[in-house]
């Protein structure tokens, strides 16, 4: 996936409008100023590093090849250093092959705009699209990038493209992929790897956590993380996974806020077991400003501690 340049193809307009009104009786350097800002903008074009064009192709060609052969003609030597033509030079038949093939590029180029991949992408609840479509992780709260891997910063940005496009059982997909590894991460505060390697379902999973918690064993899973997770198998997770069964881009929303919700709850609660060792050296309570600052709020992070 790549941005269309916009702007870009404003300038190549305003070149081709400027070239299209050269003087072919008139003098030579006239000319020049407009065919040299013309072939800058084609050769950008030309290397398609702005859009993929098929049907201009050959016109691009043979018009860059036209503009270069007028500048090496009347306005090199034969070492290419560069000269200035007599004020009398004219070049009529040269010029209005020029602004033929210049006619006749725009042409195509119009033909080749209106049949290239190109969309407006509206917004998506109450969600910005520039932050879906290039770091939906945003979303998430500081804790979210202490406490859980890139592969699930990954997946959400990749959730977040999707609804962005709305792709909304794509972003199903990966919002599933992002919290299965969330609850594998926050299984690992409570359980030895081996045994979590035992388990091969979101219900075994979440059935761990929930005798975790019921049991004498420190530390504990909170319920709320937990309900967070149950609901996101109950509504979604199965019904993503069946081939017969799509979300609609409502569903795919509110999917997404879940997920955020959920991952926003473990990743906390992992992050401030990670940090109690250096907030019991700090002296901060878990009211202070360490909690406040992995619920992503700066402003209460530097408020006094209660």
């Known amino acids: 996936m790549k941005l269309v340049d916009l702007p870009f193809f404003v300038e190549l307009g305003g070149a081709l409008e400027q070239a299209s009104k050269i003087d072919a009786r008139g003098p030579l350097y006239d000319a020049l100023v407009h065919a040299f800002r013309l072939r800058q903008a084609l ?11 098929t049907a201009c192709g050959h016109d ?3 018009l860059i090849n036209l503009l270069n052969a007028f500048e090496t003609r009347h306005f090199r030597d034969p070492e290419g250093n560069w000269i ?7 070049s009529e038949y040269e010029l209005n092959l020029i ?3 210049v006619e006749q ?6 033909a080749d705009l ?3 991949a190109s969309f407006t992408v509206t917004r998506s609840g109450i969600f910005d699209v520039n932050q879906l479509v290039n770091c939906a992780r945003n979303v998430l709260p500081t804790a979210a990038f202490i406490a859980v891997s890139e592969d699930v910063l990954k997946e959400v940005d990749d959730a977040g493209k999707c609804l962005a496009f709305n792709l909304p059982t794509a972003c199903g997909f990966h919002a599933m992929r992002a919290v299965e590894r969330v609850i594998k991460r926050y299984l690992a505060d ?14 075994q999973y979440l059935g761990a956590l929930e005798r975790q918690r019921e049991s004498d064993a420190e530390p504990k899973p909170t319920a709320e993380a937990i309900a967070l997770l ?3 198998k109950e509504i979604y997770r199965n019904p993503v996974i069946h081939p017969d069964r799509t979300l609609s881009s409502e569903e795919a929303a509110t999917l997404f806020h879940s997920t955020v919700a959920a991952i926003s709850r473990v990743a906390i609660e992992v992050a401030e077991r990670q940090l109690a060792p250096v907030r019991s050296i700090a002296g901060v309570r878990p009211s202070g400003g360490i909690l406040q600052m992995l619920n992503g709020s700066a402003e209460r992070a530097n408020s006094p501690t209660p």
């Open 43 to 53: 050769g950008s074009l030309m290397v398609g590093d702005r859009a993929k064009l």
């Open 105 to 110: 590029f725009r042409t195509v180029l119009i």
């Open 230 to 232: 149950r609901q996101i």
């Open 60 to 62: 691009l060609v043979e």
């Open 190 to 203: 409570f359980l030895p790897a081996k045994e979590i390697q035992k388990f091969n379902n979101w219900g």
């Open 99 to 101: 602004l033929s093939k």
């Open 114 to 116: 209106r049949i290239m």
């Open 84 to 90: 200035t033509p007599p004020d009398s030079a004219r």
